[in-house]
């Protein structure tokens, strides 16, 4: 795969879990509950560092390593979620930052009422 792209990692994700015949183990539960845990082992390796430290926490090679690790981990069980549930990610996302701008305008900016800025 030369180019990354969200359909595509699906699809090597859904290949690898059918491969092994884990499909019957993907239930929108038990990946949320998969999910939800390798959130918390992110969450892990920043519980005891300060602000800063947490900063430079990517300048550590075996610490950059771990935490790519747990990125992939919620990636891939967010993606295989979506996937099974017929999310498409993207456009939840584009969605949700629509909404959030809306319910959290820019402070001391006002929307002209005809939504098109005088600029």
């Known amino acids: 795969m030369s180019e990354l792209d969200v359909a595509g990692l699906q699809r090597r994700l859904a290949a690898f879990a ?3 015949d884990w499909e019957r ?8 509950a998969a999910l939800s845990v390798e959130a918390s082992e992110l969450v892990e390796i920043f519980q005891w560092l300060t602000p800063e430290q947490s900063a430079r926490v990517m300048e550590k090679p075996e610490t950059a ?5 747990e ?7 967010l993606l295989q979620f979506c996937e099974v549930l017929g999310v498409d990610p993207l456009a939840a996302l584009a969605a ?3 909404r959030n701008e809306v319910r959290f305008p820019v ?6 009422e005809n939504g098109h800025s005088s600029e």
């Not at 183990?25 to 949320?32: D, E, G, M, R």
């Not at 390593?65 to 690790?69: E, F, K, P, S």
């Open 71 to 77: 990125v992939a981990d919620v990636l891939a069980y």
């Open 18 to 20: 059918a491969a092994r």
């Open 65 to 69: 390593h771990r935490v790519a690790d």
């Open 96 to 98: 949700k930052i629509d």
């Open 107 to 112: 402070p001391g900016r006002q929307e002209p």
């Open 25 to 32: 183990y993907h239930t929108p539960k038990n990946l949320a």
